[in-house]
């Protein structure tokens, strides 16, 4: 009888956690931990024998991206697992996607939920990644990991506003915005997710770096797309602002791309990876310009101005990867990631700004084959960090007694940065599968410890100034506020410790498993159990059915603990009139606060159809309780409870190809997803902790009638049916490769709050059509030249524009249209 297929999924597929790096951190309990992981080796290291290897899909050797160009993997019938998707660089290729990031790369997963009112709101020409959901939760609960480190903001992913503010620094989930060119796969964990990973409610993005072959081989892509090649329709409201290249705003780009890799043998038993990147995009915006050679300036006395903005990404990966015998090898991974957007704004005069969101850090990754098993260790070190650069420091709204002349806005708010600085280290043992009686165990367990430090730090000092030009020449100042210079910090440390053991009884596989995890900001201890059950109905892998619970805690948000050390940064110098110099004198409270958390309730059944196909149902139910809302204000104060929760329920159906088919004399694969959800929350997930809990039972107007909230329909994330084809065929005589990706999205309610009166808030409602779209891809590599690849993909090809969200049904102004037609054109060449 072959090997259990639940087994063969646990072993294939469980990513080893970790890869972090130096330990050199102030914290005791940090110190500690780590002494536990060393202690941990070295009793592995003393004790463990004859490794029965678990597969190390990330020691293969990575396919040559251009040559691999458009092709799907091979599917193997054992190892599928509904609840873990596995993009490789063949399907990375073969994707047709806009800004080569890892939110359009799994856009189509059937678990993920866009934001239609953000995905499409009229700044194509940016290099931003969009957030998602995974089945409901908060776009922000989600854990990004870079060779299973994590890489995700744990600051002010909410904060994605682009606009000149004292103290807001746009910041996004995922800190390294990476290049997928550069990866060789990416797993997404969206249900029955494994016990070695934690800090989430909705679901884990697994980037892997590509990993050196030492095949001596390089290659390059170039990589193009504009406004020109780009179709969009904008409501009339925002057409002034998105024909200005207002901040959030971007119809006139030009987009380059340029990527290259090096494969390297440094030695027999050493090989080296570098891949650069960097996308670039000039965005025209336009500025105003204040003639300052007039005898008094004013809003009169400017110009308008069109000027070319930058928005650019660098990425930089090295990896060293060793092989120090049969049984240790070794890999150090260097990254690098860096996003500038250069903005300017009509409303302000002489005043420019830039975002800028920085990564780069270090990893070791170690594995061991012991006589007992294989044990791997990962240390790291990353610092991420989010920078608002203005042009000034004081921030000036002029005002004129005279009123024949205009007021204008000028200046800005000098640096002000947040910094996430953070070490981590893990270690996991996988011990070989051994019998009691006639059930066959595989166990592992695990050490995940993380110290992590937050800072905002202000330059030099800031001011904020509203005054008045009176006809004597003297200035009237209203209000004026300083923002001091200095830095507010935080700090925590966490540890995680887990064991999981996959039992099979016959064609019976049951996975019994546990987390636990300690912080010490809100000095928490949480613990996570996880089970499931696989049952290999015929015991030919043919015909398996699965069932799982889990718990998943959330993601510990340090920005709420910074803003009471960020409001001592603050005092009010004039208010009406008066000089007062006081402090701000905020006050926030997190006390008692208990860490988010998710119970999942989740059916899987997979059906080998024929030696061609496979066909997959889940059934998937999310309970999101204790999520972290604000209440309060700047007066008495702010404080955080833990008041959000949500309920979503989820069904999905899939097809795949297991080998490729034959047609038009090519092979082809293929894969379809359909998939529902509903939600139900009580807050808005878009706001992060910075929304406030509402309770359900609450009294709203929706399109004139009164009604419970809970009845309110959901507006944001929310799409109920998705529908996801895709086809790639390949002529491998030819050189041609052509992929197909044919979506479907349903009908659907768009909701728009329109105000409150007499304590009723009101929202109207208008019916969204559905619509489809259908991304396509060719490539050509011709034979005659070898190594030379030529690609072009074309998003949304049928040109449809679609009203797909609304901010408020009376104002049309405010209704979202679905991108238009969108070309890229890429070359690449390999040697």
């Not at 981590?424 to 006639?438: E, I, L, V, Y």
């Not at 104060?637 to 795949?656: C, E, M, P, V």
């Not at 039972?697 to 109920?720: L, Y």
Request: contains cysteine.
């Amino acid at each position: 009888m072959p090997p259990h297929p639940a087994c063969t999924l646990e072993i294939q597929h469980h990513p080893l956690p970790g890869s972090e790096y130096p330990l050199w951190t102030s914290s005791s309990v940090f110190a500690r931990c780590t002494g536990i992981i060393v202690a941990l080796g070295m009793g592995g290291l003393g004790t463990l024998a004859s490794a029965q290897d678990v597969t190390d899909l990330a020691g293969k050797p990575a396919a040559d991206p251009l040559q691999s160009h458009n092709e799907l993997p091979t599917v193997q019938v054992q190892g599928t697992r509904p609840d873990t998707r596995t993009y490789d660089r063949a399907e990375i290729d073969a994707t047709p996607e806009s800004n080569r990031d890892l939110t359009s790369l799994i856009s189509s997963h059937p678990a993920l939920r866009l934001n239609p009112s953000t995905s499409d709101n009229g700044n194509h020409g940016s290099l931003a990644p969009e957030s998602f959901s995974i089945y409901g939760e908060s776009p922000y609960q989600n854990q990004f990991l870079i060779d299973g480190i994590s890489s995700t903001n744990a600051i002010n992913p909410q904060v994605s506003a682009t606009g000149l503010q004292a103290g807001r620094v746009p910041g996004y989930s995922q800190t390294y915005n990476i290049d997928t060119d550069m990866l060789e796969r990416v797993e997404v964990h969206d249900s029955r997710v494994p016990v070695e990973f934690g800090h989430f409610q909705g679901g884990v993005v697994d980037a892997r770096i590509k990993t050196p072959t030492g095949s001596n081989r390089f290659s390059i892509k170039q990589r193009f797309n504009s406004s020109n090649l780009t179709q969009q329709k904008m409501p009339e409201g925002a057409l002034d602002d998105w024909n200005n290249g207002q901040p959030g705003y971007s119809s006139n780009w030009k987009k380059h791309f340029t990527s290259f890799d090096g494969d390297l043998r440094v030695t027999e038993d050493t090989s080296a990876l570098i891949s650069m990147s960097r996308r670039d995009s000039a965005i025209q915006r336009q500025t105003r310009v204040l003639d300052t050679s007039v005898p008094i300036p004013n809003g009169n006395a400017s110009t308008l101005q069109m000027r070319d903005e930058s928005d650019t990404v660098d990425n930089l990966f090295a990896k060293f990867h060793t092989r120090w015998s049969g049984d240790t090898k070794s890999s150090i991974t260097f990254k690098y990631a860096d996003r500038q957007e250069d903005l300017a704004s009509s409303d302000f005069a002489n005043t420019s700004w830039s975002n800028r969101q920085t990564a780069y850090g270090v990893a070791l990754d170690l594995e061991q084959l012991l006589e007992s098993g294989k044990l791997t260790a990962k240390i790291g070190f990353d610092q991420m960090d989010a920078l608002r650069d203005s042009s000034s420091n004081e921030f000036t709204t002029q005002q004129f007694a005279d009123k024949s002349l205009a007021q204008y806005v000028s200046g800005g708010f000098g640096t002000e940065s947040l910094n996430q600085r953070q070490t981590t280290a893990k270690m996991r043992m996988d011990w070989n599968a051994f019998g009691t009686g006639s059930i066959r165990h595989k166990v592992y367990a695990g050490l995940d410890v993380q110290s992590t430090k937050a800072s905002f730090e202000r330059d030099e000092d800031a001011f904020a100034t509203l005054q008045s030009l009176q006809t004597n020449g003297t200035q009237k100042i209203t209000t004026r506020t300083q923002y001091l210079a200095g830095t507010a910090g935080v700090g925590y440390d966490t540890m995680g410790l887990y064991l999981s053991d996959s039992m099979q009884w016959g064609n019976l596989g049951w996975t019994m498993s546990a987390r636990a995890d300690h912080d010490n900001l809100f000095n928490n201890t949480n613990v996570a159990p996880r089970t499931r059950l696989d049952w290999d109905a015929f015991g030919d892998g043919r015909t398996q059915l699965g069932l799982g619970w889990a718990r998943y805690y959330g993601l510990d948000m340090l920005g709420l603990a910074l803003q009471q050390e960020k409001s001592k940064l603050i005092r009010y110098l004039v208010q009406r009139g008066v000089a007062v110099d006081k402090p701000a004198g905020e006050i926030y409270s997190y006390a008692g606060l208990q860490t988010p958390h998710s119970d999942e309730w989740a059916l899987t059944f997979t059906q080998q159809i024929s030696p061609f196909l496979e066909g997959g149902l889940s059934l998937v139910r999310r309970n999101s309780m204790d999520g972290v809302t604000q209440d309060g204000n700047a007066t008495d104060g702010y404080f955080y409870t833990n008041d959000a929760n949500a309920k979503t329920k989820s069904a999905a159906i899939s097809l795949r190809t297991l080998k490729p088919w034959k047609a038009a004399a090519g092979e082809w694969n293929s894969r379809i997803d359909f998939s529902w959800q509903k939600t139900r929350r009580n807050h808005d997930s878009t706001l992060g902790w910075e929304g406030s809990g509402l309770a359900p039972d609450d009294i709203v107007e929706v399109d004139g009638v009164q009604t419970q909230r809970r009845n309110k329909p959901s507006a944001e994330f929310n799409q109920p049916y998705r529908l996801s084809v895709g086809m790639t065929g390949k002529w491998h005589q030819a050189g041609i490769a052509w992929s197909n990706r044919f979506n479907w999205n349903s009908s659907k309610t768009g909701v728009a709050y329109l105000g409150t009166t007499k304590g009723v808030e009101r929202y109207g409602t208008v019916k969204l059509a559905s619509y489809w779209t259908w991304d396509t891809s060719l490539t050509y590599q011709p034979s005659g030249i070898k190594g030379l690849t030529l690609s072009l993909d074309v998003l949304n090809a049928l040109n449809v524009i679609r009203p797909i969200a609304i901010a408020n049904p009376i104002l049309a102004n405010n209704i979202r249209y679905q991108t238009g037609r969108e070309i890229w054109l890429s070359a690449g060449y390999a040697f």
